[in-house]
Structure formats: C-alpha cells, structure tokens
Nanobody, 114 residues
C-alpha cells in the first residue's frame, strides 16, 4: 500500500484546512485508517482513526474541531480541520493498517500562524 498525503499549508489561527491521503496498491484487508502528527521537537502523536466500519475516534485535543472520513472506494482518507490553533502546527501523516502491518505516507506540513 502506497500512501500520499496532501493539503497542508499555512493558515491563520481559527482557519480551516482539509488534508487528503490517497492510497494506491492492494488495499484489500485494510481495517483502520489514521492520521498522526509530529510537532517540532515532539514525538509523533495519534490524531484520529476511522475503521472499515466507519467508527471514528479522536485525540481529546482535536475533538469537536476535526473530522476524519474515508470515501466509498476506501482509497482517499480525509481530515477536515476547523478552528485551527497554533498548537496544531505539525507534520501530518496518514497510516493504513492491514493485517497488523502499518503503512505510512510521507507527511504534509500544517503551519498555523498569524
């Protein structure tokens, strides 16, 4: 499974961004699709997950501001981020998990600054 994340950029506090992650290859068997982020000088942290059944979970710091979704073909994962804060500044990574193996995309940088 090959993953490519996109959609990052510079946004002012309070603004919105929509990240996308496109999957290529054999996605049969993928059961969870997630977003992670890594802020400067910090460890990578989990942000949100959507399962093959559509169940979503979020880290507390983004609840109510962020929505994770997957299209019907299960090849495009999205992360809609609203009310962005400077603390959301990070490189965002997508991850698909298939038969217990994690596949990562290269990250996309989100910078929240005035």
């Amino acid at each position: 499974v090959q993953l490519q994340a996109s959609g990052g950029g510079l946004v002012q506090p309070g603004g919105s961004l929509r990240l996308s992650c496109t999957a290529a290859g054999n996605i049969l068997g993928v059961d969870t699709m997630s977003w992670y982020r890594q802020a400067p000088g910090k460890e990578r942290e989990w942000v949100a997950t959507i399962t093959n059944e559509g169940k979503t979970t979020y880290v507390d710091s983004v609840k109510g501001r962020v929505t994770v979704s997957i299209d019907n073909t299960k090849t495009t994962l999205a992360l809609q981020m609203n009310s962005l804060k400077p603390d959301d500044t990070a490189v965002y990574y997508c991850r698909f998990k298939k038969y217990g193996i994690a596949y990562w995309g290269k990250g996309t940088l989100v910078t929240v600054s005035s």
